[in-house]
Every structure is written in C-alpha cells, then in structure tokens.
Nanobody, 125 residues
Framework: QVPLVESGGGLVQAGGSLRLSCAAS????????MAWFRQAPGKVREFVAA????????YYAEFVKGRFTISGDNAENTVYLQMNSLKPEDTAVYYC??????????????????WGQGTQVTVSS
C-alpha cells in the first residue's frame, strides 16, 4: 500500500486561496494519475480534479473550472491543488488519490487504488 498524505488545508474567507499538497511516500511508486476528491458534511465524496501523467492532461469538475488548478510532479509523487476564489460551498475534507492504471472513469472513486487521510478546508462567508 502506498501512503498518501495531504496538507495545506485550513480556514479561509470567501474569495481567498489555498494550496493543497499531496505526497506519496513510496520511492519507486509510479501512478497512472492522481486526483482530488472532496466530501462535505452530510454529502458523498465527489470528484474535484485529476491529472494524467501521460501528456499531463487535467480534468476538472464543472463547479471548480476556472478557480482550481491541479498540477504535480510524477517523479516526486506529488500533486497539488491550487484553489482560488473559494466559496463557502467549497468547505469539505479534501482527499488525494492515485491510480495504478488508466481508464475513462477518472471521476469515479472506485478506479483509484490509494487514498490519503484528507485535509480540512473551511471557507467562511
């Protein structure tokens, strides 16, 4: 099992920014891609953004397009989520994930093999 650890969460006012980080500790870990999901209180865990290392292609949920940017370094087993123009509805626990192989369902929880513990993001109104 590959440990993933998120960091960078915190409390921010609406309109502010946060940068989340996720690191995979495995020295030889090679993932097909990584992603961010979030889960708000009383809600299901939902897809936020993903990056495919081949070609560096990125994918975003509609509700974060234009505000969030996913990036990473496959060699360092790291992924980031730059969150700008934060809204109260962005409040959630944010989780990073990694997958061993490709597929079309980049936004489905089930295709990811490794998960972090999550980092809390709270946006005040």
């Amino acid at each position: 099992q590959v440990p993933l650890v998120e960091s960078g969460g915190g409390l921010v006012q609406a309109g502010g920014s946060l940068r989340l980080s996720c690191a995979a500790s495995g020295r030889t870990f090679n993932s097909y891609g990584m992603a961010w999901f979030r889960q708000a209180p009383g809600k299901v865990r939902e897809f936020v953004a993903a990056i495919r290392w081949i070609g560096g292609r990125t994918y975003y949920a509609e509700f974060v397009k234009g505000r969030f940017t996913i990036s990473g370094d496959n060699a360092e087993n790291t992924v980031y989520l730059q969150m700008n123009s934060l809204k109260p509805e962005d409040t959630a626990v944010y989780y990073c994930a990694a997958r061993d192989r490709g597929g079309s369902s980049y936004d489905a929880r089930s295709v990811y093999d490794y998960w972090g513990q999550g980092t809390q993001v709270t946006v005040s109104s």
